[in-house]
Structure formats: structure tokens, C-alpha cells
């Protein structure tokens, strides 16, 4: 298995411009989770999807972050204007779970590391 | 409010000695505990996962102990190598959302 695959893995775009991110999630996974990564503020759940349906966004920082999962084996994560303060590694995950179980361990993908200039 | 708080500071440590890594929480009731190691460039991958009523786990050689009353969790890595250098998360639900929160992570340098 090729494992939770990201793209693009790096993007540097200026403020102002739209920016969308992908995941693949592992075959046969049913949760999925976007998490953001920067130094000052650590790991953070923007949201997740379970059977493809967002579940939990209470993490979103704000209306410019939008995900849409349209099929088990894909997931975009869009911001709409991007702001220089946006710029982090952002990762999606996978698990085999269905419900939200800290049971089940989650996949990491390589991540994609976002610099908004 | 919730907190989990792992060691900022880097821990460094002599090759073959014993690795141990603190993770506290405050105001969460948590069922379970993981553990997860990211090294530099690369998503976190997942190592051990600790239920409420048990007090240790271990695996090959990482052991996790659980300690509800004192609200914190121990990550050992014995006879620790310089593979071993990476920083650790531990991660555990947080009250009344049904998702993961991460601890910011405490980074291990093992030298040879």
C-alpha cells in the first residue's frame, strides 16, 4: 500500500491567491482528518470526515477554509484568499474506523508545507 | 481549559541508556492515550496506544505507562539508539469532541 498520499508536497503562492490541497486516503480507511503543523501552535485538527461526511470543523480557523471529500478516495482542503499567516504544514490522515474511536491509529501522510509570501 | 503539556525542552541522552518521556494533561477524561514519533519532514507515525485501565504496555523496546489519578503518561525507550533521535507526541481525546488532540511534542537526540 502506497500509504495517505499528499499533493502538492510543497506550494509557495502570494497573499491573496487561492490554495488547494489533496489527499488519497488508504484503501479501505473511512475516517479522515485534516491537521495543520506549526511551530507556535503545534498539531491541530482543522476537521474531519467519516464515510466521507465532515463530522467535526470546529477546527477551520475561519470561513477562508473549506474541505469537500466527494469519494472515499479523495479530499481537498481549498483557502480562499490565502494570508501569509496560513503558512504551515498542513497533513491529512487516515483511519480504519468507523465513529470517531481514539481506538483505531490514525495514518499520516508526508504532509504539504504551505509558505504564503 | 484543557492542556496537554509534553517537555519542550530537547531531551539528549547517551546512546544505550534509557529514554523517558512525560506527557500531562489537565481536564481530560480520556479513555485512551497514544503515542506517535515524527521525525523531520515527515508525517507523525502512530507507536503505541494505552487504554485507561492499563497501567503498561509495552512494545520490542518502548514501554508507556498510565497513570490516571496523576494525570500523566511515561514514554520510555530502553537501550535507546540514535534511530531512536526524533520527537515524540502523545495524543488523547478531547472531552466532548470526538477527535484527536496532540501534545506539542518533545524532541529525543540520542547520541552515539
Known amino acids: 500500500d502506497a500509504g495517505v498520499i499528499q499533493s502538492p508536497r510543497h506550494e509557495v503562492t502570494e497573499m491573496g491567491q487561492e490554495v488547494t490541497l489533496r489527499c488519497k486516503p488508504i484503501s479501505g480507511h473511512n475516517s479522515l482528518f485534516w491537521y495543520r503543523q506549526t511551530m507556535m501552535r503545534g498539531l491541530e485538527l482543522l476537521i474531519y470526515f467519516n464515510n466521507n461526511v465532515p463530522i467535526d470543523d470546529s477546527g477551520m480557523p475561519e470561513d477562508r477554509f473549506s474541505a469537500k471529500m466527494p469519494n472515499a478516495s479523495f479530499s481537498t482542503l481549498k483557502i480562499q484568499p490565502s494570508e501569509p499567516r496560513d503558512s504551515a504544514v498542513y497533513f491529512c490522515a487516515s483511519s480504519p474506523t468507523s465513529g470517531m474511536s481514539i481506538y483505531n491509529e490514525q495514518f499520516f501522510g508526508p504532509g504539504t508545507r504551505l509558505t504564503v509570501l | ?112
Open chain 2, 1 to 112: 481549559s484543557q492542556k496537554i503539556e509534553q517537555n519542550s525542552e530537547a531531551l539528549n541522552i547517551q546512546e544505550g541508556k534509557t529514554a523517558t518521556l512525560t506527557c500531562n494533561y489537565t481536564n481530560y477524561s480520556p479513555a485512551y492515550l497514544q503515542w506517535y514519533r515524527q521525525d523531520p519532514g515527515r508525517g507523525p507515525v502512530f507507536l503505541l496506544l494505552i487504554r485507561e485501565n492499563e497501567k503498561e504496555k509495552r512494545k520490542e523496546r518502548l514501554k508507556v505507562t498510565f497513570d490516571t489519578t496523576l494525570k500523566q503518561s511515561l514514554f520510555h525507550i530502553t537501550a535507546s539508539q540514535p534511530a531512536d533521535s526524533a520527537t515524540y507526541l502523545c495524543a488523547l481525546r478531547g472531552t466532548g469532541r470526538r477527535a484527536l488532540t496532540f501534545g506539542s511534542g518533545t524532541r529525543l537526540q540520542v547520541q552515539p
